[in-house]
Protein backbone atom coordinates (compact mmCIF):
# COMPACT_ATOMS: atom_id res chain seq x y z
CA UNK A 1 0.00 0.00 0.00
CA UNK A 2 2.79 2.45 0.85
CA UNK A 3 5.23 1.45 -2.08
CA UNK A 4 2.09 2.07 -4.33
CA UNK A 5 1.34 5.32 -2.60
CA UNK A 6 5.00 6.80 -3.03
CA UNK A 7 5.11 5.41 -6.75
CA UNK A 8 2.63 7.84 -7.66
CA UNK A 9 4.66 10.59 -5.92
CA UNK A 10 7.38 9.89 -7.76
CA UNK A 11 5.68 9.44 -11.00
CA UNK A 12 4.23 12.89 -9.91
CA UNK A 13 6.90 14.51 -9.99
CA UNK A 14 8.83 13.22 -12.78
CA UNK A 15 5.81 14.38 -15.10
CA UNK A 16 6.40 17.50 -13.10
CA UNK A 17 9.71 17.92 -14.46
CA UNK A 18 9.22 16.81 -17.67
CA UNK A 19 10.59 13.00 -17.55
CA UNK A 20 7.48 11.29 -18.91
CA UNK A 21 9.19 8.23 -20.47
CA UNK A 22 10.01 7.11 -16.58
CA UNK A 23 6.73 7.72 -14.97
CA UNK A 24 5.34 5.86 -18.01
CA UNK A 25 7.75 2.60 -16.55
CA UNK A 26 6.83 3.33 -13.53
CA UNK A 27 3.02 3.44 -14.69
CA UNK A 28 3.98 0.09 -15.99
CA UNK A 29 5.35 -1.22 -13.09
CA UNK A 30 2.49 -0.30 -10.94
CA UNK A 31 0.23 -2.20 -13.56
CA UNK A 32 2.34 -5.63 -12.66
CA UNK A 33 1.69 -5.80 -9.52
CA UNK A 34 -0.62 -8.28 -7.81
CA UNK A 35 -3.93 -6.27 -7.52
CA UNK A 36 -5.19 -5.32 -3.60
CA UNK A 37 -8.88 -5.20 -2.67
CA UNK A 38 -10.25 -2.93 -4.74
CA UNK A 39 -12.06 -1.47 -2.05
CA UNK A 40 -9.35 -0.50 -0.69
CA UNK A 41 -7.23 1.07 -4.06
CA UNK A 42 -9.97 2.83 -5.40
CA UNK A 43 -9.51 5.85 -3.30
CA UNK A 44 -5.84 5.95 -3.52
CA UNK A 45 -6.42 5.69 -7.36
CA UNK A 46 -8.19 8.02 -7.45
CA UNK A 47 -6.21 10.63 -5.34
CA UNK A 48 -3.00 9.55 -7.43
CA UNK A 49 -4.94 9.93 -10.60
CA UNK A 50 -6.26 13.90 -9.29
CA UNK A 51 -2.77 14.31 -8.89
CA UNK A 52 -1.38 13.52 -11.56
CA UNK A 53 -3.99 15.63 -13.45
CA UNK A 54 -2.87 18.57 -11.30
CA UNK A 55 0.89 17.50 -12.63
CA UNK A 56 -0.09 17.57 -16.35
CA UNK A 57 -2.23 20.66 -16.05
CA UNK A 58 0.55 22.46 -14.28
CA UNK A 59 3.18 21.25 -17.18
CA UNK A 60 0.79 22.71 -19.37
CA UNK A 61 0.32 26.30 -17.51
CA UNK A 62 4.83 26.05 -17.93
CA UNK A 63 4.34 25.30 -20.91
CA UNK A 64 2.26 27.87 -21.93
CA UNK A 65 4.13 30.59 -19.99
CA UNK A 66 6.80 29.67 -21.79
CA UNK A 67 4.65 30.26 -25.07
CA UNK A 68 4.01 33.80 -23.97
CA UNK A 69 8.29 34.37 -23.19
CA UNK A 70 8.92 33.05 -26.84
CA UNK A 71 6.25 35.53 -28.40
CA UNK A 72 7.61 38.14 -26.10
CA UNK A 73 11.11 37.13 -27.26
CA UNK A 74 9.71 37.42 -31.09
CA UNK A 75 7.90 41.18 -30.32
CA UNK A 76 11.13 42.40 -28.63
CA UNK A 77 13.34 41.09 -31.92
CA UNK A 78 15.53 38.49 -29.92
CA UNK A 79 15.22 35.93 -32.29
CA UNK A 80 18.37 33.93 -31.25
CA UNK A 81 16.94 34.02 -27.84
CA UNK A 82 13.43 32.70 -29.31
CA UNK A 83 14.86 30.45 -31.80
CA UNK A 84 16.40 28.97 -29.00
CA UNK A 85 13.75 28.50 -26.72
CA UNK A 86 11.55 26.94 -29.22
CA UNK A 87 13.88 24.95 -30.82
CA UNK A 88 13.70 23.08 -27.00
CA UNK A 89 10.53 23.44 -26.38
CA UNK A 90 9.64 21.57 -29.65
CA UNK A 91 11.18 18.84 -28.04
CA UNK A 92 9.45 19.06 -24.71
CA UNK A 93 7.22 15.71 -24.17
CA UNK A 94 3.73 17.65 -24.45
CA UNK A 95 -0.06 17.40 -26.10
CA UNK A 96 -0.48 17.75 -29.77
CA UNK A 97 -1.68 21.18 -29.07
CA UNK A 98 1.29 22.83 -27.45
CA UNK A 99 3.75 21.16 -30.36
CA UNK A 100 2.08 22.66 -32.63
CA UNK A 101 1.82 26.33 -31.30
CA UNK A 102 5.83 25.76 -30.61
CA UNK A 103 6.29 24.83 -34.04
CA UNK A 104 4.14 27.57 -35.38
CA UNK A 105 6.12 30.24 -33.84
CA UNK A 106 9.01 28.75 -35.02
CA UNK A 107 7.66 28.93 -38.36
CA UNK A 108 6.76 32.73 -37.81
CA UNK A 109 10.97 33.24 -36.55
CA UNK A 110 11.71 31.70 -39.64
CA UNK A 111 9.05 34.17 -41.52
CA UNK A 112 10.65 36.89 -39.95
CA UNK A 113 14.49 35.80 -40.90
CA UNK A 114 13.28 35.92 -44.43
CA UNK A 115 14.03 31.73 -44.35
CA UNK A 116 10.74 30.26 -46.08
CA UNK A 117 11.99 27.08 -46.50
CA UNK A 118 12.88 26.62 -42.81
CA UNK A 119 9.54 28.17 -41.86
CA UNK A 120 8.10 25.62 -44.59
CA UNK A 121 9.43 22.62 -43.41
CA UNK A 122 8.16 23.45 -39.86
CA UNK A 123 4.71 24.42 -40.81
CA UNK A 124 4.38 20.58 -42.49
CA UNK A 125 5.01 19.73 -38.70
CA UNK A 126 1.47 21.09 -38.06
CA UNK A 127 -1.00 18.52 -37.23
CA UNK A 128 -3.63 19.08 -40.36
CA UNK A 129 -6.66 19.04 -37.41
CA UNK A 130 -5.07 21.81 -35.32
CA UNK A 131 -6.61 24.59 -33.89
CA UNK A 132 -3.75 26.80 -35.54
CA UNK A 133 -4.50 25.01 -39.26
CA UNK A 134 -5.66 28.20 -40.49
CA UNK A 135 -3.20 30.49 -39.54
CA UNK A 136 -0.69 27.56 -40.68
CA UNK A 137 -1.79 27.41 -43.96
CA UNK A 138 -2.04 31.06 -44.38
CA UNK A 139 1.99 31.26 -43.20
CA UNK A 140 2.49 28.23 -45.55
CA UNK A 141 0.90 30.25 -48.98
CA UNK A 142 2.76 33.09 -47.45
CA UNK A 143 5.79 31.29 -47.76
CA UNK A 144 5.16 29.76 -50.89
CA UNK A 145 4.20 33.25 -52.27
CA UNK A 146 7.60 34.62 -51.49
CA UNK A 147 9.54 31.09 -52.41
CA UNK A 148 7.55 32.29 -55.97
CA UNK A 149 5.65 28.63 -56.02
CA UNK A 150 2.38 30.94 -56.57
CA UNK A 151 0.65 27.42 -58.00
CA UNK A 152 1.13 25.75 -55.03
CA UNK A 153 0.33 29.04 -52.67
CA UNK A 154 -3.01 29.85 -54.60
CA UNK A 155 -4.18 25.78 -54.53
CA UNK A 156 -4.06 26.80 -49.92
CA UNK A 157 -5.52 29.93 -50.11
CA UNK A 158 -8.17 28.81 -52.20
CA UNK A 159 -8.47 25.44 -49.94
CA UNK A 160 -8.71 27.93 -47.26
CA UNK A 161 -12.66 28.11 -45.65
CA UNK A 162 -13.86 29.03 -42.45
CA UNK A 163 -12.47 32.76 -42.32
CA UNK A 164 -13.55 35.30 -40.75
CA UNK A 165 -14.29 38.76 -42.40
CA UNK A 166 -10.80 39.72 -41.86
CA UNK A 167 -9.31 36.37 -42.63
CA UNK A 168 -10.99 36.27 -45.70
CA UNK A 169 -10.53 39.79 -47.05
CA UNK A 170 -6.05 39.38 -46.49
CA UNK A 171 -7.13 36.09 -48.16
CA UNK A 172 -9.07 37.31 -51.59
CA UNK A 173 -6.25 40.12 -51.39
CA UNK A 174 -3.41 37.71 -51.69
CA UNK A 175 -5.38 35.85 -54.51
CA UNK A 176 -5.48 39.39 -55.84
CA UNK A 177 -2.33 39.70 -55.64
CA UNK A 178 -0.83 36.12 -57.27
CA UNK A 179 -2.95 37.11 -60.35
CA UNK A 180 -1.20 40.05 -60.51
CA UNK A 181 1.73 38.40 -60.12
CA UNK A 182 0.81 36.21 -62.88
CA UNK A 183 -0.27 39.31 -64.57
CA UNK A 184 -3.43 38.04 -64.77
CA UNK A 185 -6.01 41.55 -65.05
CA UNK A 186 -9.21 39.93 -65.64
CA UNK A 187 -9.30 37.67 -62.83
CA UNK A 188 -7.79 40.19 -60.73
CA UNK A 189 -10.61 42.40 -61.38
CA UNK A 190 -12.83 39.35 -60.52
CA UNK A 191 -11.13 38.76 -57.44
CA UNK A 192 -11.35 42.57 -55.86
CA UNK A 193 -14.66 42.53 -56.23
CA UNK A 194 -15.06 40.37 -53.09
CA UNK A 195 -12.94 42.15 -51.01
CA UNK A 196 -14.63 45.16 -49.10
CA UNK A 197 -12.72 48.79 -49.97
CA UNK A 198 -13.71 49.62 -46.60
CA UNK A 199 -11.89 47.16 -44.90
CA UNK A 200 -9.18 48.46 -42.93
CA UNK A 201 -7.04 45.23 -42.69
CA UNK A 202 -6.49 45.51 -46.61
CA UNK A 203 -7.81 49.32 -47.60
CA UNK A 204 -4.60 50.56 -48.18
CA UNK A 205 -2.87 47.45 -49.78
CA UNK A 206 -5.93 47.44 -52.24
CA UNK A 207 -5.61 50.57 -53.44
CA UNK A 208 -1.91 50.12 -54.15
CA UNK A 209 -2.41 46.42 -55.80
CA UNK A 210 -4.57 48.86 -57.94
CA UNK A 211 -2.49 50.95 -58.82
CA UNK A 212 0.16 48.17 -59.95
CA UNK A 213 -2.37 46.55 -62.18
CA UNK A 214 -2.96 50.05 -63.94
CA UNK A 215 0.77 50.67 -64.24
CA UNK A 216 1.47 46.75 -65.34
CA UNK A 217 -1.30 47.06 -67.74
CA UNK A 218 -0.05 50.40 -69.40
CA UNK A 219 3.43 49.82 -69.62
CA UNK A 220 4.20 48.78 -72.94
CA UNK A 221 7.74 47.42 -74.27
CA UNK A 222 9.61 49.08 -76.40
CA UNK A 223 10.30 47.99 -80.15
CA UNK A 224 14.09 46.52 -80.01
CA UNK A 225 14.05 47.14 -83.95
CA UNK A 226 13.59 50.81 -83.80
CA UNK A 227 15.92 51.23 -80.20
CA UNK A 228 18.64 49.21 -82.56
CA UNK A 229 17.67 51.72 -85.54
CA UNK A 230 17.60 54.53 -83.11
CA UNK A 231 21.73 53.75 -81.60
CA UNK A 232 22.85 53.16 -85.33
CA UNK A 233 21.62 56.46 -86.21
CA UNK A 234 23.32 58.18 -83.11
CA UNK A 235 24.87 55.32 -80.76
CA UNK A 236 22.94 55.50 -77.49
CA UNK A 237 19.69 57.32 -78.72
CA UNK A 238 18.04 54.02 -78.53
CA UNK A 239 18.75 53.30 -75.03
CA UNK A 240 17.25 57.06 -74.52
CA UNK A 241 14.24 56.40 -75.82
CA UNK A 242 13.82 53.21 -74.50
CA UNK A 243 13.53 55.00 -70.79
CA UNK A 244 17.21 55.32 -69.92
CA UNK A 245 18.76 58.67 -68.94
CA UNK A 246 22.18 57.92 -67.96
CA UNK A 247 23.81 55.41 -70.24
CA UNK A 248 22.94 56.61 -73.79
CA UNK A 249 25.46 59.58 -73.06
CA UNK A 250 28.38 57.03 -71.91
CA UNK A 251 27.61 55.39 -74.93
CA UNK A 252 27.59 58.17 -76.99
CA UNK A 253 30.74 60.40 -75.71
CA UNK A 254 32.43 56.41 -76.50
CA UNK A 255 31.56 56.01 -79.89
CA UNK A 256 32.07 59.50 -81.16
CA UNK A 257 35.86 59.87 -80.73
CA UNK A 258 36.82 56.10 -81.92
CA UNK A 259 34.70 57.38 -85.14
CA UNK A 260 36.25 60.48 -85.42
CA UNK A 261 39.41 58.26 -85.01
CA UNK A 262 38.22 55.79 -87.63
CA UNK A 263 37.40 58.84 -90.24
CA UNK A 264 40.97 60.45 -89.47
CA UNK A 265 43.10 57.41 -90.10
CA UNK A 266 41.17 56.06 -93.39
CA UNK A 267 41.65 59.88 -94.62
CA UNK A 268 45.86 59.77 -94.24
CA UNK A 269 46.17 56.20 -94.39
CA UNK A 270 43.66 54.86 -96.73
CA UNK A 271 41.54 51.35 -96.23
CA UNK A 272 44.71 49.72 -96.56
CA UNK A 273 46.87 51.56 -94.03
CA UNK A 274 47.70 49.81 -90.82
CA UNK A 275 46.05 52.88 -88.69
CA UNK A 276 42.64 52.31 -90.04
CA UNK A 277 42.69 48.47 -89.49
CA UNK A 278 43.51 49.30 -86.16
CA UNK A 279 40.92 52.10 -85.70
CA UNK A 280 38.17 50.36 -87.71
CA UNK A 281 37.62 47.08 -85.91
CA UNK A 282 38.02 48.97 -82.52
CA UNK A 283 34.86 51.55 -83.50
CA UNK A 284 33.65 49.02 -84.84
CA UNK A 285 33.47 46.26 -82.17
CA UNK A 286 31.72 49.35 -79.92
CA UNK A 287 29.28 50.54 -82.55
CA UNK A 288 27.50 47.16 -83.62
CA UNK A 289 27.60 46.34 -79.49
CA UNK A 290 25.80 49.91 -78.73
CA UNK A 291 23.35 48.97 -81.38
CA UNK A 292 22.76 44.96 -79.76
CA UNK A 293 22.42 46.83 -76.20
CA UNK A 294 20.29 49.07 -77.52
CA UNK A 295 18.27 46.35 -79.28
CA UNK A 296 18.12 44.01 -75.94
CA UNK A 297 17.19 47.03 -74.24
CA UNK A 298 13.71 46.89 -74.16
CA UNK A 299 13.86 43.17 -72.88
CA UNK A 300 15.75 44.67 -69.76
CA UNK A 301 13.28 47.84 -69.19
CA UNK A 302 10.54 45.26 -69.14
CA UNK A 303 12.36 42.89 -66.49
CA UNK A 304 12.93 45.50 -64.13
CA UNK A 305 9.70 47.20 -64.52
CA UNK A 306 8.28 43.76 -63.56
CA UNK A 307 10.71 43.07 -60.87
CA UNK A 308 10.34 46.50 -59.00
CA UNK A 309 6.28 45.50 -59.07
CA UNK A 310 6.73 42.31 -58.35
CA UNK A 311 8.68 43.66 -55.14
CA UNK A 312 5.89 45.84 -54.21
CA UNK A 313 3.22 43.68 -54.89
CA UNK A 314 4.53 40.93 -52.23
CA UNK A 315 5.76 44.09 -49.79
CA UNK A 316 1.85 44.83 -50.04
CA UNK A 317 0.99 41.05 -49.17
CA UNK A 318 2.77 40.66 -46.73
CA UNK A 319 1.56 43.32 -44.28
CA UNK A 320 -2.14 42.81 -43.61
CA UNK A 321 -0.74 39.23 -43.17
CA UNK A 322 0.97 40.22 -40.00
CA UNK A 323 -1.34 42.75 -39.24
CA UNK A 324 -4.23 39.90 -39.50
CA UNK A 325 -2.51 37.12 -37.29
CA UNK B 1 19.01 20.13 -18.13
CA UNK B 2 17.58 22.50 -20.49
CA UNK B 3 14.01 20.47 -20.09
CA UNK B 4 14.46 20.84 -16.15
CA UNK B 5 15.14 24.62 -16.37
CA UNK B 6 12.73 25.57 -19.53
CA UNK B 7 9.59 24.56 -17.28
CA UNK B 8 11.21 25.76 -14.06
CA UNK B 9 12.01 29.10 -15.61
CA UNK B 10 10.19 31.63 -13.46
CA UNK B 11 11.69 30.02 -10.52
CA UNK B 12 14.93 31.39 -11.56
CA UNK B 13 17.42 33.90 -10.18
CA UNK B 14 19.77 35.91 -11.12
CA UNK B 15 22.65 33.66 -9.04
CA UNK B 16 21.34 30.25 -11.82
CA UNK B 17 21.83 32.61 -14.68
CA UNK B 18 25.24 33.89 -13.50
CA UNK B 19 26.34 30.41 -12.65
CA UNK B 20 25.45 29.54 -16.43
CA UNK B 21 27.41 32.65 -17.92
CA UNK B 22 30.55 30.99 -15.91
CA UNK B 23 30.05 27.63 -17.02
CA UNK B 24 29.87 29.17 -20.86
CA UNK B 25 26.42 28.32 -21.00
CA UNK B 26 25.86 31.87 -22.63
CA UNK B 27 22.66 30.88 -25.06
CA UNK B 28 20.93 29.17 -21.50
CA UNK B 29 22.62 31.65 -19.38
CA UNK B 30 21.09 34.67 -22.01
CA UNK B 31 17.51 33.09 -22.03
CA UNK B 32 17.73 33.37 -18.55
CA UNK B 33 18.74 36.14 -17.96
CA UNK B 34 15.85 37.68 -20.32
CA UNK B 35 13.57 35.70 -18.62
CA UNK B 36 14.09 37.57 -15.31
CA UNK B 37 13.75 41.24 -17.48
CA UNK B 38 10.88 39.66 -18.62
CA UNK B 39 8.83 38.37 -15.53
CA UNK B 40 10.71 40.95 -13.04
CA UNK B 41 8.61 43.86 -11.84
CA UNK B 42 11.50 46.21 -10.07
CA UNK B 43 14.20 48.34 -12.17
CA UNK B 44 16.76 46.77 -10.67
CA UNK B 45 16.70 42.91 -11.05
CA UNK B 46 15.78 43.94 -13.94
CA UNK B 47 19.34 46.23 -14.83
CA UNK B 48 20.70 43.00 -12.96
CA UNK B 49 19.96 40.59 -15.59
CA UNK B 50 20.24 42.85 -18.44
CA UNK B 51 23.86 43.56 -17.30
CA UNK B 52 24.57 39.95 -16.77
CA UNK B 53 23.06 39.47 -20.20
CA UNK B 54 25.60 41.97 -21.70
CA UNK B 55 28.21 40.79 -20.41
CA UNK B 56 27.66 36.89 -21.83
CA UNK B 57 27.51 39.13 -25.59
CA UNK B 58 30.78 40.79 -24.36
CA UNK B 59 32.52 37.27 -23.16
CA UNK B 60 31.63 35.48 -26.82
CA UNK B 61 33.03 39.34 -28.44
CA UNK B 62 29.72 39.66 -29.91
CA UNK B 63 29.78 44.18 -29.06
CA UNK B 64 27.11 44.77 -30.90
CA UNK B 65 24.73 42.23 -28.79
CA UNK B 66 26.40 43.87 -26.07
CA UNK B 67 25.57 47.36 -26.87
CA UNK B 68 21.79 46.43 -28.33
CA UNK B 69 21.24 44.82 -24.26
CA UNK B 70 22.90 47.60 -22.24
CA UNK B 71 20.64 50.23 -24.67
CA UNK B 72 17.54 48.66 -23.01
CA UNK B 73 18.55 49.95 -19.31
CA UNK B 74 15.87 52.07 -17.61
CA UNK B 75 18.33 54.52 -15.58
CA UNK B 76 15.50 55.30 -13.22
CA UNK B 77 15.23 53.87 -9.59
CA UNK B 78 18.80 52.26 -9.65
CA UNK B 79 21.80 52.79 -6.40
CA UNK B 80 24.55 54.76 -7.27
CA UNK B 81 26.60 51.98 -7.42
CA UNK B 82 24.35 50.11 -9.91
CA UNK B 83 24.09 53.05 -11.75
CA UNK B 84 27.84 53.34 -12.05
CA UNK B 85 27.75 49.35 -13.31
CA UNK B 86 25.25 49.94 -15.93
CA UNK B 87 26.52 53.23 -17.46
CA UNK B 88 30.29 52.09 -17.33
CA UNK B 89 28.92 48.50 -19.06
CA UNK B 90 26.87 50.92 -21.59
CA UNK B 91 30.66 52.81 -22.08
CA UNK B 92 32.56 50.06 -22.57
CA UNK B 93 30.21 48.22 -24.86
CA UNK B 94 29.75 51.00 -27.22
CA UNK B 95 33.71 51.61 -27.00
CA UNK B 96 34.59 47.96 -28.13
CA UNK B 97 31.68 48.24 -30.78
CA UNK B 98 33.52 51.28 -32.04
CA UNK B 99 31.02 53.45 -31.49
CA UNK B 100 33.17 56.20 -29.52
CA UNK B 101 30.46 59.08 -29.00
CA UNK B 102 28.18 56.84 -27.63
CA UNK B 103 30.51 55.92 -25.24
CA UNK B 104 31.56 59.19 -24.36
CA UNK B 105 28.36 60.28 -23.85
CA UNK B 106 27.03 57.90 -20.98
CA UNK B 107 30.62 58.12 -19.38
CA UNK B 108 30.02 61.77 -19.51
CA UNK B 109 26.93 61.32 -17.63
CA UNK B 110 27.53 59.07 -15.42
CA UNK B 111 30.55 61.52 -14.51
CA UNK B 112 27.89 64.28 -13.95
CA UNK B 113 24.89 62.39 -11.63
CA UNK B 114 27.21 60.07 -9.91
CA UNK B 115 29.94 61.09 -7.21
CA UNK B 116 33.15 61.55 -8.34
CA UNK B 117 34.45 58.40 -5.86
CA UNK B 118 32.67 56.17 -7.49
CA UNK B 119 33.45 57.15 -11.20
CA UNK B 120 37.40 58.19 -10.81
CA UNK B 121 37.36 54.29 -11.33
CA UNK B 122 36.29 54.35 -14.86
CA UNK B 123 38.87 57.17 -15.90
CA UNK B 124 41.23 54.61 -17.84
CA UNK B 125 37.91 54.47 -20.11
CA UNK B 126 37.11 57.76 -20.24
CA UNK B 127 40.83 58.59 -21.44
CA UNK B 128 40.92 55.75 -23.87
CA UNK B 129 37.55 56.66 -25.62
CA UNK B 130 38.72 60.66 -25.31
CA UNK B 131 41.68 59.56 -27.27
CA UNK B 132 39.70 58.02 -29.86
CA UNK B 133 37.93 60.97 -30.45
CA UNK B 134 41.24 62.65 -30.68
CA UNK B 135 40.40 64.90 -27.34
CA UNK B 136 43.92 64.45 -26.22
CA UNK B 137 43.83 66.91 -23.70
CA UNK B 138 40.77 66.39 -22.04
CA UNK B 139 41.72 62.59 -22.20
CA UNK B 140 45.50 63.84 -20.05
CA UNK B 141 43.65 65.80 -17.19
CA UNK B 142 41.30 62.57 -16.68
CA UNK B 143 44.31 60.45 -16.60
CA UNK B 144 46.05 62.94 -14.10
CA UNK B 145 43.22 62.68 -11.98
CA UNK B 146 42.54 58.88 -11.58
CA UNK B 147 46.74 58.38 -10.80
CA UNK B 148 46.35 61.46 -8.41
CA UNK B 149 43.52 59.09 -6.87
CA UNK B 150 45.17 55.84 -7.07
CA UNK B 151 48.30 56.33 -6.07
CA UNK B 152 47.62 59.16 -3.40
CA UNK B 153 49.61 57.15 -0.88
CA UNK B 154 52.74 57.16 -2.78
CA UNK B 155 54.05 61.16 -4.07
CA UNK B 156 57.54 59.81 -6.07
CA UNK B 157 55.09 57.21 -8.15
CA UNK B 158 52.23 59.81 -8.18
CA UNK B 159 54.86 62.53 -9.45
CA UNK B 160 57.11 60.09 -12.28
CA UNK B 161 53.42 58.67 -13.62
CA UNK B 162 52.25 62.46 -13.76
CA UNK B 163 55.48 63.54 -15.72
CA UNK B 164 55.32 60.41 -18.22
CA UNK B 165 51.33 61.16 -18.72
CA UNK B 166 52.02 64.90 -19.31
CA UNK B 167 55.38 63.69 -21.59
CA UNK B 168 53.59 60.81 -23.82
CA UNK B 169 50.35 63.95 -24.32
CA UNK B 170 52.93 66.88 -25.06
CA UNK B 171 51.69 68.44 -27.96
CA UNK B 172 54.65 67.57 -29.60
CA UNK B 173 54.19 64.15 -29.73
CA UNK B 174 50.18 64.42 -31.26
CA UNK B 175 49.60 63.57 -34.81
CA UNK B 176 50.23 66.10 -37.57
CA UNK B 177 46.71 65.88 -39.46
CA UNK B 178 46.71 66.00 -43.40
CA UNK B 179 44.15 68.07 -44.64
CA UNK B 180 41.77 66.45 -47.68
CA UNK B 181 40.65 69.63 -48.73
CA UNK B 182 44.40 70.94 -49.37
CA UNK B 183 45.13 67.62 -51.06
CA UNK B 184 42.56 68.29 -53.25
CA UNK B 185 43.78 71.77 -53.87
CA UNK B 186 47.03 70.50 -54.81
CA UNK B 187 46.42 67.59 -57.21
CA UNK B 188 43.56 70.14 -59.02
CA UNK B 189 46.21 72.54 -59.63
CA UNK B 190 49.39 70.33 -60.37
CA UNK B 191 48.65 66.60 -60.76
CA UNK B 192 50.50 64.06 -58.31
CA UNK B 193 51.53 66.82 -55.37
CA UNK B 194 47.98 65.77 -53.91
CA UNK B 195 49.69 62.60 -52.82
CA UNK B 196 52.86 63.76 -52.15
CA UNK B 197 51.39 66.36 -49.79
CA UNK B 198 49.71 63.42 -48.08
CA UNK B 199 52.69 61.37 -47.82
CA UNK B 200 52.71 58.94 -50.95
CA UNK B 201 55.70 60.15 -53.03
CA UNK B 202 55.13 57.04 -55.31
CA UNK B 203 51.95 57.28 -55.88
CA UNK B 204 52.28 60.96 -56.82
CA UNK B 205 55.22 60.64 -59.17
CA UNK B 206 53.01 57.62 -61.04
CA UNK B 207 49.79 60.29 -61.56
CA UNK B 208 52.63 63.15 -62.41
CA UNK B 209 54.19 60.43 -65.37
CA UNK B 210 50.38 59.63 -66.55
CA UNK B 211 49.22 62.88 -66.74
CA UNK B 212 52.29 63.96 -68.19
CA UNK B 213 52.30 60.76 -70.45
CA UNK B 214 48.44 61.77 -71.73
CA UNK B 215 49.47 64.90 -73.16
CA UNK B 216 52.21 63.60 -74.81
CA UNK B 217 50.78 61.65 -76.50
CA UNK B 218 48.60 64.57 -77.48
CA UNK B 219 51.51 66.39 -78.57
CA UNK B 220 53.16 63.32 -80.66
CA UNK B 221 49.77 62.45 -82.43
CA UNK B 222 49.44 66.70 -83.44
CA UNK B 223 52.94 67.81 -83.73
CA UNK B 224 54.74 65.38 -85.53
CA UNK B 225 52.87 61.93 -86.96
CA UNK B 226 49.95 64.20 -87.57
CA UNK B 227 46.80 62.37 -86.22
CA UNK B 228 45.55 65.24 -84.94
CA UNK B 229 42.44 63.67 -83.74
CA UNK B 230 43.72 60.38 -82.65
CA UNK B 231 46.40 62.32 -81.15
CA UNK B 232 43.83 64.65 -78.95
CA UNK B 233 41.64 61.35 -78.39
CA UNK B 234 44.00 59.71 -77.05
CA UNK B 235 45.78 61.80 -74.84
CA UNK B 236 42.86 63.19 -73.32
CA UNK B 237 41.19 60.13 -72.70
CA UNK B 238 44.82 59.29 -70.53
CA UNK B 239 45.10 62.89 -69.30
CA UNK B 240 41.48 62.66 -68.12
CA UNK B 241 41.44 59.68 -66.26
CA UNK B 242 44.91 60.34 -63.96
CA UNK B 243 44.04 63.95 -63.51
CA UNK B 244 40.59 63.23 -62.08
CA UNK B 245 41.47 59.97 -60.56
CA UNK B 246 44.62 61.64 -58.96
CA UNK B 247 42.03 64.09 -57.33
CA UNK B 248 40.26 61.52 -55.60
CA UNK B 249 42.85 59.60 -54.46
CA UNK B 250 44.88 62.25 -53.06
CA UNK B 251 41.48 63.07 -50.90
CA UNK B 252 42.00 59.21 -50.14
CA UNK B 253 45.57 59.14 -49.39
CA UNK B 254 45.17 62.12 -46.79
CA UNK B 255 42.56 60.67 -44.71
CA UNK B 256 44.23 57.57 -44.71
CA UNK B 257 47.31 58.80 -43.52
CA UNK B 258 45.69 61.07 -41.07
CA UNK B 259 43.95 57.71 -40.05
CA UNK B 260 47.46 55.77 -39.89
CA UNK B 261 48.74 58.65 -37.63
CA UNK B 262 45.74 58.24 -35.24
CA UNK B 263 45.93 54.56 -34.87
CA UNK B 264 49.70 54.38 -34.34
CA UNK B 265 49.64 57.12 -31.40
CA UNK B 266 46.42 56.49 -30.03
CA UNK B 267 47.39 52.37 -29.54
CA UNK B 268 50.64 53.83 -27.73
CA UNK B 269 48.44 55.88 -25.49
CA UNK B 270 45.87 52.38 -24.98
CA UNK B 271 48.81 50.25 -24.43
CA UNK B 272 50.27 53.06 -21.89
CA UNK B 273 46.84 53.32 -20.23
CA UNK B 274 46.44 49.85 -19.79
CA UNK B 275 50.02 49.57 -18.21
CA UNK B 276 49.09 52.31 -15.71
CA UNK B 277 46.22 50.30 -14.51
CA UNK B 278 48.30 46.97 -13.77
CA UNK B 279 50.51 49.30 -11.35
CA UNK B 280 49.35 48.21 -7.53
CA UNK B 281 49.39 51.53 -5.47
Not at chain 1, 170 to 185: F, M, Q, S, T
Amino acid sequence: MVIFDCRHIVCSLLVLLGLEAFSQDVDSISANQPLVEDSLVQPLAESAEAETTWSIDSKRNAFTKELRFAQYLITQELYTDADYLLENLIYQEVDQDQHDSAVFYKAWLSYFRQNFVESLNALYDIDSSSVLNTEASFLMATCFLHEGKYDQSEAIFNQLDGLTENERAVKNLNLAGLALLARDYTKYDSIIKRIPETNFMVGSELSSLNTYKTDMSAYKRKSPWLAGFLSALVPGLGKFYVGYRGTPFGALTLNLPLAAVAVETLIISGWTGIPFLIAAPLFGVFYIGNIWGSALSPYAHEQEFYDEMDHNILYDLHIPTRRVF
Amino acid sequence: MICISLLEGYSESIQTADSLRQNQEYDLARLTYERIIYSSADNVSRTEALLGKAQCYLDENDFDGAQYTVERIVFFGLTDSLMWEARSRAGLAAFLNGNFEAAESQLLVANQMLPDSITIQGSPLYALTLNELGKWDEAKTELITWINWRFEEDSLIQDSLQSMVEMVYSEKGQPKYRDPKKADLWATLLPGTGQLYSGYFFDGAFTALMVASGIGVAALGVFVVKYYVTGLVLGYGIYQRFYTAGIKRSEFLARKRNYQRNRAYNDCLQAIVIDLQNIEP
